[in-house]
C-alpha cells in the first residue's frame, strides 16, 4: 500500500507560468513533508518543507501547500524556468522524530520556452 | 564541504556474482540511510544507521542484502547471489540528526544484474 502518492507521471509547463505538483498521502500520522528535486544521474536534493502545524510554506518560487483534511499537498513553482526540469519527490517521515523517508513515485517536470 | 559520495557510480555484475556498494557520508553526519530506486519509482527504504548501530533493516528486502558502518563513518552495502531483480539505482543519504531533519543524498550507484 502505497502512503505517499504522486498520481501524475508527468508535467509539461511553459516557461514563465506556473507549475502545480500534487501529492497526497493516505497515513494520518505524517506531520511533516518534503519535496526532493532530482535531475538525472544525480541524487535527490532537498527543495522544501512543511510541518503539519502549517498550511503553507514559501521560499522564493516554490510554496508548498499543506491540506490535511484531504491529506494532499501540492508544491507551486513560479514562475517556472527551464531549470526547473527534472523528477520531484514528494516524501514523509515514517515517524516522529525518526527520518526514514517515505517517497512518492515522482512527478517529471518539463519545462519549455 | 564534500558532499556525500558513492562509488562506483556504476556497477555491471553478472546474475551470482557478489557487490559491494559504499558511501561516504558527510562528515560528522550521524544518521545513515540506504534506498533502493527501481525504474520509475521513488526511493524507497532499506535500512538505517545511528552512528555505528544498525537501528532498522526492516527494508533489505532479503538476506542476501548486507549493510555494516563499523567505524560509524562509511557505510558499504552488499548483496550476495545477485540477481536480475536486484538492478536499481542504490541511494545513500546522510543526516546531521537523528529527528526528523533533511537527509543529503548521494549520487547512486547504478547496479545492473545481467
Known amino acids: 500500500d502505497q502512503q505517499v502518492k504522486q498520481n501524475s507521471p508527468s508535467l509539461s509547463v511553459q516557461e514563465g507560468r506556473i507549475s502545480i505538483l500534487n501529492c497526497d498521502y493516505t497515513n494520518s500520522m505524517f506531520d511533516y513533508f518534503l519535496w526532493y528535486k532530482k535531475y538525472p544521474a544525480e541524487g535527490p536534493t532537498f527543495l522544501i518543507s512543511?510541518?503539519?502545524?502549517?498550511d503553507k510554506n514559501e521560499d522564493g518560487r516554490f510554496t508548498v501547500f499543506l491540506n490535511k483534511s484531504a491529506k494532499h499537498l501540492s508544491l507551486h513553482i513560479v514562475p517556472s524556468q527551464p531549470g526547473d526540469s527534472a523528477v520531484y519527490f514528494c516524501a514523509a517521515p515514517q515517524a516522529r522524530g525518526y527520518n526514514k523517508l517515505i517517497f512518492g513515485a515522482g512527478t517529471r517536470l518539463a519545462v519549455h520556452p | 564541504g564534500a558532499g556525500v559520495s558513492q562509488s562506483p557510480r556504476y556497477k555491471v555484475a553478472k546474475r551470482g556474482q557478489d557487490v559491494a556498494l559504499r558511501c561516504d557520508p558527510i562528515?560528522?553526519?550521524?544518521?545513515l540511510f540506504w534506498y533502493q530506486q527501481a525504474l520509475g519509482q521513488g526511493p524507497e527504504f532499506l535500512t538505517y544507521f545511528q552512528n555505528e548501530a544498525q537501528l532498522d533493516k526492516s527494508g533489505l528486502p532479503s538476506d542476501r542484502f548486507f549493510a555494516e558502518r563499523p567505524e560509524g563513518s562509511v557505510s558499504t552495502l552488499k548483496i550476495q547471489r545477485t540477481q536480475q531483480e536486484d538492478s536499481a539505482v542504490y541511494l545513500c543519504a546522510s543526516s546531521n540528526s537523528v529527528s526528523t531533519d533533511t537527509q543529503y543524498f548521494g549520487p547512486g550507484t547504478r547496479l545492473t544484474v545481467l
Open positions: 512543511i510541518s503539519s502545524i502549517k
Open positions: 562528515s560528522g553526519h550521524v544518521s
